[in-house]
């Protein structure tokens, strides 16, 4: 990698962790889903005018965007509202070996010593993150977070399956069947979305922009162009940085505390999570920050 393609890695994680505890910020004026639902609605329009519509695979893309988004965000931002975004970014991180492990058990790939013992490592690394004092009580959240890990997972696997389409294109149209899901979503099980709307201020509306465009058009642009002019082995160690930006901005932003069990947890998590990276070369995967 050159010095441009760096640079270009190191914007990936920063702008997806920092969006990841900003969204725990916005949430304090809208709800998960109807965040969610302009987030992507936003970003979906403005991505779709740069790919073609993928006529035969639009079932395919619907069933995608709900179970990879209107389901997963779901359960995923529900759980960050009620932990830490420093606990929350760490946890997620068990997609990675999820995603091995469906792809041993449906797909009947190989798992190798290294990943088998990355996934090992990566679980006890939660388990000793859960066993933290002031998780108690907050079970439920650990267990929204942890289902939109396997949730996400899953709809990786739905993705790997659709040939001839990139990245982008997935992506766009995902956004595009995701935002009338989530809003249905939305009105069904959550309320005050008019009320949040006629409230909301500068910040509020600042931190969907950043979401929106920032996070989602900026951040997966830059994130497919690399994966097209570079090896995915040599660009996806980058993604290690998202959790560290998210932990950053969330002892900045929101005063949360950075104790020694979160440390050695994280530390067990993110090398258990790098085993499982090893010769994993889906060129379709979509991080979900």
């Known amino acids: 990698m050159n010095s441009k ?15 990841f505890t900003l969204a725990k910020i916005g949430m304090e004026q809208f709800s998960a889903l ?12 403005v991505l779709v005018w740069f790919t073609k519509p993928p006529w035969g695979h639009m079932r395919e893309i619907f069933v995608i965007a709900l179970i990879g988004s209107t389901i997963q965000y779901g359960l995923t931002y529900n759980g960050l509202k009620g ?16 995603l091995a492990l469906l792809s041993t058990i449906l797909l009947k790939e190989k798992l190798g010593l290294s990943r088998a013992l990355g996934m090992g490592l990566a679980f ?24 939109g890990s396997a949730f996400w997972a899953i709809a990786q696997i739905m993705i790997s399956r659709l040939k001839g389409l990139s990245g982008i294109t997935i992506l766009a149209w995902v956004a595009i069947m995701a935002t009338p899901q989530m809003l249905v979503g939305s ?25 929106a465009f920032i996070m989602t058009v900026l951040g997966y642009s830059v994130w497919y162009h690399l994966l097209s002019c570079v090896d995915v082995g040599k660009v996806s160690p980058f993604l ?24 050695i947890g994280g530390l067990m998590i993110m090398t258990g999570v790098a085993s ?12 979900n920050p």
């Open 276 to 287: 499982t990276l090893i010769n994993w070369r889906w060129q379709k995967e979509l991080p």
């Open 83 to 98: 932990v830490d975004a420093s606990t929350a970014v760490l946890l997620i991180q068990l997609e990675g070996p999820i």
């Open 5 to 19: 393609q760096i640079l270009l890695a190191l914007i990936v994680p920063i702008t997806w962790g920092l969006g």
């Open 240 to 263: 290690m940085l998202l959790p560290v930006t998210s932990i950053i901005a969330g002892v900045v932003l929101l005063d949360e505390q950075l104790t020694v069990v979160m440390v």
């Open 124 to 147: 006890a690394g939660v388990c000793y993150i859960v066993g933290e004092p002031r998780l108690e009580g907050h079970l439920n959240s650990v267990f929204l977070l942890l289902s």
């Open 187 to 211: 009105l069904l099980i959550e309320d005050g979305q008019w009320q949040s709307i006629m409230t909301a201020d500068l910040v509020d509306w600042s931190i969907i922009f950043y979401l």
């Open 34 to 45: 109807f965040i969610m639902s302009m987030r992507f609605g936003i970003a979906g329009l």
